[in-house]
Structure formats: structure tokens, C-alpha cells
Nanobody
Framework: QVKLVESGGGLVQTGGSLSLSCAASGGTFSRYHMGWFRQAPGREREYVAVISRNGGRILNAELGGGRFAISRENSKNTVYLQMNSLEPEDTAVYYC?????????????????WGPGTQVTVSS
């Protein structure tokens, strides 16, 4: 069973950047598709980006508008989310998640393991 811990969240001004990391332990990281999701107060959890086991396939949600980039380093058991040109609407708790589904999927129900989340706050 894999354990996930996010880091890198914080407070940033509009137009700024943040780089989130998610460290995995307790499992074979390369067996999992990985995803980043977020949830703002009063809103449903939504997917931000997902990446396949070997990094060869990436799905990006439209909400990112090309501003977010997911990547992974299997040798470091880590998945990253680079976020640029941040807007107040990006304020949310960001979660990483791991899936053993047969294919890379964007729906949260496909992800069995979740980290506790990291808060991202973008001030206007």
C-alpha cells in the first residue's frame, strides 16, 4: 500500500508560481498512474492533471489552460505539479493520488490512494 505526502503549497500573489511535490513510499511507485486533484471550499474535487506509470501519457484538465505541468521521477518516487500564472481561482487544497487502474484516467474514483493535501492560496 502506497503512502503519499504532498509538499510545496503556500501563499502566492496573482501571477506567481508554485511547484508542488508528492513523495510516495511503501509501494512500487512505477506501478501507479499518478494524478493531481484539487478542491476549493464548497466545490467538488476536480482533476488537474494525471500522468501514466512511465510518464508517456499525460492528461491535463482545461482548468489549467496550459499553466500547469505534471511530471514524475520514478527513481525518486515523486510526482510534481508546476503551476505558473496563478490566479485567485486556483486557491484550493491540492491532492496527489495513485491509481492501479489499467489505463490512465482522470476521474477521482479510479484513484485508490490519496495524500492529505497541501493548501495553495493565491492572493489578488
Amino acid at each position: 500500500q502506497v503512502k503519499l505526502v504532498e509538499s510545496g503549497g503556500g501563499l502566492v500573489q496573482t501571477g506567481g508560481s508554485l511547484s508542488l511535490s508528492c513523495a510516495a513510499s511503501g509501494g512500487t511507485f512505477s506501478r501507479y498512474h499518478m494524478g493531481w486533484f484539487r478542491q476549493a471550499p464548497g466545490r467538488e474535487r476536480e482533476y488537474v492533471a494525471v500522468i501514466s506509470r512511465n510518464g508517456g501519457r499525460i492528461l491535463n484538465a482545461e482548468l489549467g489552460g496550459g499553466r500547469f505541468a505534471i511530471s514524475r521521477e520514478n527513481s525518486k518516487n515523486t510526482v510534481y505539479l508546476q503551476m505558473n500564472s496563478l490566479e485567485p481561482e486556483d486557491t484550493a487544497v491540492y491532492y496527489c493520488a495513485a491509481s492501479m487502474a489499467s489505463t490512465t484516467r482522470a476521474d477521482a474514483t479510479s484513484y485508490e490512494y490519496w495524500g492529505p493535501g497541501t493548501q495553495v492560496t493565491v492572493s489578488s
